[in-house]
């Protein structure tokens, strides 16, 4: 059974930095890309970034562009989002999502989601 | 950046009825379009990759169809189940756009 547990998220100040991960399962992680998708309280789906099985390519939404890295550790089962310059506009829930193939394919399973709130 | 845009943004429908959402991308995509279903407090679950190929498990009322620009999810007849909130993402590249989303409720 496919399973993706993330982590880490917390309320922290703007400015500040948050390292979230998830835990892969289930699967063999390195024949997959993976993503990270959040969702503001209330509001839509929104892609935050994605890396493909080998960490060979690497995306990122205009909105995080700079400030997010992903990362992954194929070894440890394990994808990473290091989130920098943290704004208000960050409150969301992170799902980390499982892609159907190596490279461009859509999310398939995806985790319960980690909380980030970003306030003074 | 590709844009992807949705229409409409929510609906109410009967049960029974036949509901259709469009999804239109600001440039061709190919097929390079998936479409989500999101109910209320869940996680997004995959119905349709490559604009038509139903995913494994999703009942056979839901059908989507298009290529390029413009694409089309269609419930075949509503179930009070598929109340939910209804995303395309488009995956052919980098930033992989969601639409804002199509709520359908039964009415």
């Known amino acids: 059974e496919v399973q993706l547990v993330e982590s880490g998220g917390d309320l922290v100040q703007p400015g500040r930095s948050l390292r979230l991960s998830c835990a892969a399962s289930g699967f063999t992680f390195d024949d997959y890309a993976m993503h990270w998708v959040r969702q503001a309280p209330g509001k839509g789906l929104e892609w935050v970034s994605g890396?493909?099985?080998?960490?060979?390519?690497?995306g990122y939404a205009d909105s995080v562009k700079g400030r997010f890295t992903i990362s992954r550790d194929n070894a440890k089962n394990s994808l990473y989002l290091q989130m920098n310059s943290l704004r208000a506009e960050d409150t969301a829930l992170y799902y980390c999502?499982?892609?159907?193939?190596?490279?461009?394919?859509?999310?398939?399973?995806w985790g319960q989601g980690t909380q980030v709130t970003v306030s003074s | 950046d590709i844009q992807m845009t949705q229409s409409p943004s929510s609906l109410s429908a009967s049960v029974g009825d036949r509901v259709t959402i469009t999804c239109r991308a600001s440039?061709?995509?190919?097929?390079?379009l998936a479409w989500y279903q999101q109910k209320p407090g869940k996680v997004p679950k995959l119905l349709i990759s490559a604009a038509s190929t139903l995913q494994s498990g999703v009942p056979s009322r839901f059908r989507g169809s298009g290529s390029g620009t413009d694409f089309t999810l269609t419930i075949s007849s509503l179930q009070p189940e598929d109340v939910a909130t209804y995303y395309c993402?488009?995956?052919?590249?980098?930033?992989?756009?969601f639409g804002q989303g199509t709520k359908v409720e039964i009415k």
């Open positions: 440039q061709g995509i190919s097929t390079y």
């Open positions: 999502a499982k892609a159907t193939a190596y490279s461009s394919s859509p999310a398939d399973y």
């Open positions: 993402q488009k995956y052919d590249s980098d930033p992989r756009a």
């Open positions: 890396i493909s099985w080998n960490s060979g390519i690497i």
